[in-house]
């Protein structure tokens, strides 16, 4: 197991990767040491995250192994598949996984993701629209779901 640490505008994150892909992404409260060198398997999704924040990147290509249930892994691939910059409800989810009944169990597989970002956890929220609970605290929430908000910058050909 591999990992690096480094500084994001959320906070000191852990990135954690085995031989088949990254395994695990958090922000931590401790203060630990940046990684000052990155090892091998974890540069992509180091750079990746670095756009990401940078506002250059909507979307990751590094491999990924994520460790869950059936159902967790199920509830994980529909997370994957929430555009950038969108946002579902839980109980949306609950009907792209097939129940619409599981709503809870949907929640509870929400928040045991562990890749962090890349698995958009962050992109779900109340049918009411209100950011409800997010393991890494409602202001990164907030935060990640203003960060990919479609710009509000004007046309060049726009009227005034």
Known sequence: MEKAIIQSPLGTTVIYCDEIGVTKIEVVKEALEISH???????????QLQEYFEGKRTHF???????GTDFQ???????SKI???TTYSYLDLA?????????????????????????PCHRVIGSDGSLTGY?????????????EKPSNQKSLFSLF
């Open 73 to 79: 892994q199920k509830v994980w691939d529909e997370l």
């Open 37 to 47: 060198e990155i090892p091998e398997q974890l540069r992509d999704a180091v750079l």
């Open 61 to 67: 290509s590094f491999p990924l192994h994520s460790i």
């Open 83 to 85: 555009p950038f910059g």
């Open 95 to 119: 009907k792209k996984v097939g129940d619409m009944k599981a709503v809870r169990a949907v929640a509870a597989a929400n928040a045991k993701n562990p890749l962090w970002i890349v698995i």
């Open 135 to 147: 393991a890494g605290g409602l202001w990164r929430k907030k935060w990640l779901l203003e960060h």
